[in-house]
């Protein structure tokens, strides 16, 4: 952690360094955020911070260079709120591809320069396979994408008498991104999604100009001479990103519940229960260096697992104890992902909270699951991976394993008399003692001569003589 402490001390004099010299130069200063990859919760890490060291280093624009194919649209989402909210004028260099996420992205920029033979559009929202998902994802996308083209605002125009308004950015050839019912008139029909090329872009509102390199871009930007300063990622920068992603957190938390159940299962420190240390650990730590989560909420969590650890261990059954750990431990989940303090959600939006929400409850919906899954796959059989931390020997009768009194098995082959009708279960009398039993084959009237032929959880099985 010193090392660390250590390292990003020196990159942020480097920074204060180039920022100074910047100023003395007199030239204007252009930070680059290049987005060579799918949009992930790295990506929106690498955005946070670019954000905030061209704050830093009083940049006068941000110069996004992009080639994606798209990505997640929650993060997507979050580096266009980004863009429009910025201070600092935001552009964005297509070189390639901008589809689907990075359009998204790209609209929201204040200017949008396109490589030769580059592409915007397909914002489409898909699942992993590639299949497009239900209408309610492509309506709240639809709308997302209209908003942002609105942002840019209209040109107002006066020819003669008429006054023309015209959208800097159209709404609806943004909305025929998504939705291929969308038809625009000599731009594209019904059935199809819209995509441009730089040409087509630029003909229609959505391309500022064709550039083919960074200079091009500053050449039309009108400061050719600005420096450049590339944003550079380090390794925990990275890292963050990849601990910071929904899928990998709900997996964490899949790791933590199930490692502290099959732990409960064996006692004694094992496997399962390190597992569940080292994901909890990866599952806070990030948090907790941004600033998310809080001691207390980190303390609410610990507590939860030990009064889920009284409950099964001192407690028995299932009552306060356990209800509260399980409260305790939800709570901590997801007060650590959302920005609040001490139970003051009036900076949380709902969106962030749902998002908490759902990955919480998926991971400890998917740790159920794995569950079941491994306690019948991993410790069924003696074979089982995890066979030698469970018991694998089971209590047989013919070994002399009985729940009930083992004078039971001596009746069997008695006789005897039914005391009352058996329909089919009664009571009968053998030797002077009255005993539960059953009628294996229909009803038994009392009185009736009766015949013991086996016996199981505690009462005869009979047949009538």
């Not at 959302?338 to 949380?348: I, R, T």
């Not at 491994?374 to 003696?382: F, G």
């Amino acid at each position: 952690m010193k090392k660390l402490t250590g390292f990003l001390m020196i990159l942020l004099a480097l920074i204060s360094i180039s920022a100074n010299e910047t100023a003395e130069t007199g030239k204007p200063l252009v930070y680059r955020l290049p987005i060579f990859s799918n949009i992930n919760s790295t990506v929106w890490v690498h955005t946070q911070k670019a954000f905030k060291e061209a704050r830093e280093m009083n940049a006068d624009m941000i110069l996004i260079h992009m080639n994606t194919y798209g990505g997640e649209v929650v993060f997507a989402d979050s580096i266009r709120t980004k863009i429009l909210n910025s201070d600092i004028p935001v552009h964005v260099f297509i070189d390639n591809n901008a589809a689907s996420a990075g359009a998204l992205i790209s609209i929201a920029a204040r200017n949008i320069y396109m490589r030769p033979g580059a592409n915007i559009g397909a914002a489409t929202v898909v699942n992993q396979t590639g299949e497009e998902m239900p209408d309610k994802f492509q309506s709240y996308m639809r709308s997302t994408i209209r908003a942002t083209a609105e942002a840019h605002g209209k040109d107002t125009t006066i020819v003669a008498n008429d006054t023309i308004v015209k959208w800097r950015r159209d709404p609806r050839i943004a909305e025929a991104m998504v939705d291929e019912r969308v038809e625009i008139p000599g731009i594209i029909e019904a059935g199809q999604v819209l995509t441009f090329t730089a040409l087509e872009a630029v003909e229609h509102g959505f391309c500022d100009g064709i550039a083919r390199s960074i200079d091009d871009v500053l050449e039309q930007l009108g400061v050719p001479d600005a420096q450049v300063v590339s944003f550079r990622p380090t390794f925990y920068d990275n890292l963050k990103g990849f601990l910071t992603s929904p899928i990998l957190r709900g997996m964490l938390i899949l790791v933590i519940l199930g490692g502290v159940y099959f732990e409960l299962q064996s006692p004694g420190i094992g496997f399962p229960i390190i597992a569940a240390i080292v994901a909890a650990v990866l599952y806070f730590a990030p948090l907790y260096l941004d600033g998310l989560a809080a001691n207390w909420e980190i303390m609410l969590f610990v507590i939860g697992v030990v009064l889920i650890a009284l409950e099964i261990f001192v407690i028995p059954g299932f009552g306060v104890a356990g209800i509260s750990g399980t409260i305790l431990v939800v709570t901590g989940l997801v007060l650590s992902l959302l920005d609040n303090v001490v139970f003051d959600f009036s900076g949380v939006k709902t969106k962030e909270l749902m998002e908490a929400l759902l990955t919480v409850f998926g991971g400890m919906f998917g740790g159920i699951l794995l569950v079941i899954y491994l306690s019948n796959r991993w410790t069924a059989s003696p074979t089982a991976p995890l066979s030698r931390i469970t018991l694998q020997t089971s209590q047989d009768i013919n070994q002399g394993y009985v729940s009930v009194d083992s004078h039971y098995k001596s009746l069997v082959g008695k006789t005897g008399v039914s005391s009352t009708v058996l329909r089919p279960s009664g009571k009968v009398t053998i030797k002077g003692d009255i005993y539960d039993a059953r009628a294996l084959e229909g009803f038994i009237d009392r009185d009736e001569n009766i015949k013991v032929i086996s016996f199981t959880s505690g009462q005869l099985n009979v047949r009538k003589i």
